[in-house]
């Protein structure tokens, strides 16, 4: 059996133009939507890490503001009732920032 790109002529029209076709989809897959998937896994597990750390720093919160309230006493109590929520708020707002340098700082070694 001769194949029809030996041929004199070459190949014909219909088979260059369907091998194209072929081509461009194959390359459109391999440069398009391999990456998109890739990068939708990326976003999946970036989505669901920042969920549960928000959801911590929320029962970390819950939990301290709860400990200084029921457990010191006394002492937060009258004029000081709000020392527990400035404590909890400051106690986030550095948690907040360990977490943001500890991520710049990854990134920088990357």
């Known amino acids: 059996m001769t194949d029809p790109l030996d041929s004199?002529?070459?190949a014909p029209l219909p088979l260059i133009v369907l091998e194209l076709r072929d081509l461009i989809v194959a390359y459109f897959r391999q440069e398009t939507i391999v990456p998109l998937q890739s990068l939708g896994r990326y976003l999946?597990?970036?989505v669901a890490g920042a969920?549960?750390?928000g959801t911590g720093f929320i029962l970390l919160g819950v939990g301290?503001?709860?400990i200084?309230?029921?457990e010191t006493g006394?002492?937060?109590h009258g004029d000081w009732s709000w020392?527990?929520?400035g404590i909890v708020f400051v106690e986030l707002v550095v948690a907040g920032a360990?977490?943001?340098t500890a991520r710049g700082a990854r990134r920088t070694r990357a």
């Open 44 to 46: 999946l597990f970036g």
């Open 98 to 100: 360990v977490t943001w």
């Open 51 to 53: 969920l549960l750390l």
């Open 8 to 10: 004199p002529g070459g």
């Open 74 to 76: 006394s002492t937060f």
């Open 83 to 85: 020392a527990p929520y």
């Open 68 to 70: 200084l309230q029921t």
């Open 64 to 66: 301290s503001l709860r």
